[in-house]
């Protein structure tokens, strides 16, 4: 025995011609049924020369917005957090033309800055510790200066111990 959903589709597909000649010739023509919060009897039945995408345009324009929460856009959400994720650890790059790339990339210039920034941590780190060291062999100079040295050496430790050496 056919199912209501089988009995549905088969009617929408029947009356698909019916529907069709009404339309302009260079319209595409979607039925699209579902029952919220089930996928049981979700029924998307295009034209043969109908593009979701460009069904999609249409449902934003009139209405459909980002904001809402769907397993679609959390899904894409999550390819493109995971896609700037492997661009920063310089990994898994998407195949040649895949819309992650952009995302893989941003990761990726992180990455780089990151390293950027930590090098040149290091460096004036060093040339802090250099500094304090001739400081103490001269002697004479202000504590202050002293202090608020060893003071900015520390925070510089602090950020450097938080990074892969």
Request: with cysteine.
């Amino acid at each position: 025995m056919a199912s209501p959903k089988h009995h549905l589709r088969e009617a929408i597909i029947n009356a698909l011609p019916d529907i069709a000649v009404q339309l302009p010739l260079d319209c595409e023509l979607f039925v699209i049924a579902v029952r919220p919060g089930s996928d049981d009897f979700d029924l998307v039945l295009p034209s043969p020369e109908a593009n979701l995408d460009n069904a999609l345009d249409a449902l934003r324009r009139n209405g459909l917005s980002i904001d809402g929460d769907n397993a679609y856009k959390r899904d894409l959400l999550d390819a493109a957090c995971g896609a700037m994720g492997f661009g920063f650890q310089g990994t898994n790059p998407p195949p040649l033309g895949h819309w992650g790339q952009r995302f893989y990339d941003l990761g990726r210039a992180e990455a780089e800055l990151r390293e950027e920034l930590v090098a040149a941590l290091k460096l004036n780190r060093e040339n802090l510790r250099a500094c304090q060291a001739t400081i103490h062999l001269c002697g004479g100079v202000d504590p202050a200066y002293v202090n608020d040295a060893q003071a900015a050496m520390k925070v510089a430790d602090a950020v450097l111990s938080k990074t892969p050496q």
